[in-house]
Nanobody, 127 residues
């Protein structure tokens, strides 16, 4: 089990930027596929982005493509989500998750594949 702690959320105006961080406790962090999901009030948890263990492959939800960038620093046991051109509809609690290596583009967006989750960080985008 990996312990995950998100940070970097907050209140921002539409068009602004935020960078979320997720620090992991595991010494074997580098083997995990890492993902970001979000959940708005009254809605299901939605896939945002994922990155392979090496950082060589990244995948994004359609609603954030071209605006968000996921990256990781395995030396720091940290994964990041750079969010640009934020919109009010991006308002949600953002969760970091760790999954097994080898997830494909078809399985990275499936939240059931991820075994460890952080507590979430609130992102609010005002219009």
């Amino acid at each position: 089990q990996v312990q995950l702690v998100e940070s970097g959320g907050g209140l921002v105006q539409a068009g602004g930027s935020l960078r979320l961080s997720c620090a992991a406790s595991a010494r074997t962090f580098s083997i995990y596929t890492m993902g970001w999901f979000r959940q708005a009030p009254g809605k299901e948890r939605e896939f945002v982005a994922a990155i392979s263990w090496s950082g060589g492959s990244t995948y994004y939800g359609d609603s954030v493509k071209g605006r968000f960038t996921i990256s990781r620093d395995n030396a720091k046991n940290t994964v990041y989500l750079q969010m640009n051109s934020l919109k009010p509809e991006d308002t949600a609690v953002y969760y970091c998750a760790a999954g097994p290596p080898g997830l494909t583009s078809g399985t990275m967006l499936d939240r059931a594949r991820y075994s460890s989750w952080g507590q979430g960080t609130q992102v609010t985008v005002s219009s």
